[in-house]
């Protein structure tokens, strides 16, 4: 079973950047890609980016122009690269295994345990 977790949570003052980690367990098959996820104080979890095998790009609209997604496919880890932050950028971040592309939340097949980021005033 492939086991994914998230790495580089902390707290950042507003404007400043962080950078985070997931790192899949084991290779998983060709359908499958790796995306990142925001589940706010009060609010439902939400996308924020994916990134397919092929490359495609896609972030919500509250995040693009600030964060970037990154891979490293031999080492099966996943970056998101924040910039810029937002006190509304606090949450818990999570990384999700799903079919290609991993934009939407039942198309995860497994979860990591999320890391938390909170941004100050």
């Known amino acids: 079973q492939v086991q994914v977790k998230e790495s580089g949570g902390g707290s950042v003052q507003s404007g400043g950047s962080l950078r985070l980690s997931c790192a899949a367990s084991?290779?998983?098959?060709?359908?499958?890609?790796l995306g990142w996820f925001r589940q706010a104080p009060g609010k439902e979890r939400e996308g924020l980016a994916s990134l397919e095998d092929d490359g495609t790009e896609t972030y919500a609209a509250s995040v693009r122009g600030r964060f970037t997604i990154s891979r490293d496919k031999p080492k099966k880890t996943l970056y998101l690269e924040m910039n810029d932050v937002k006190p509304e950028d606090t949450g818990m971040y999570y990384c999700?295994?799903?079919?290609?592309?991993?934009?939407?939340?039942?198309?995860?097949?497994?979860w990591g345990q999320g890391t938390q980021v909170t941004v100050s005033s």
């Open positions: 084991r290779a998983f098959g060709h359908d499958y890609c």
């Open positions: 999700g295994l799903g079919i290609c592309p991993p934009t939407t939340i039942p198309s995860i097949v497994k």
